[in-house]
């Protein structure tokens, strides 16, 4: 059975820095475009960083040079490393395989299938 379990969110001033990491188990992470993707009270889902098959990279503008998306194959974890954050970065954050669309030119988008966990919360304040 496909899982994915987020961890590492938690509250921090505007400024500080979160790791978030995401385990998987029943999938593996090099069929799947994987990414992350958050969702604010009263918002919709929104796709904020994403990574190929080939490991080519893509983010939303609002994080671009704040936030990395890495992966460690050996251990099948992807992580989102997350700098300089802003209150308006506060969300629910998910981690999800095959369920962002990756585009080299675009943010990527979310998409009404593929798998993803149960997320974790991040909540910046000024």
């Known amino acids: 059975q496909e899982q994915l379990a987020e961890s590492g969110g938690g509250s921090v001033q505007s400024g500080g820095s979160l790791r978030l990491s995401c385990a998987a188990s029943?999938?593996?992470?090099?069929?799947?475009?994987m990414g992350w993707f958050r969702q604010a009270p009263g918002k919709e889902p929104e796709g904020v960083a994403a990574m190929d098959t080939d490991g080519s990279t893509n983010y939303v503008d609002s994080v671009k040079g704040r936030f990395t998306i890495s992966q460690d194959n050996a251990k099948n974890t992807l992580y989102l490393q997350m700098n300089s954050l802003k209150p308006e970065d506060t969300a629910m954050y998910y981690c999800a395989a095959g369920a962002l669309d990756y585009n080299e030119y675009e943010p990527p988008t979310c998409r009404p299938f593929g798998y993803w966990g149960q997320g974790t919360q991040v909540t910046v304040s000024s």
């Open positions: 029943g999938l593996y992470y090099s069929r799947y475009v």
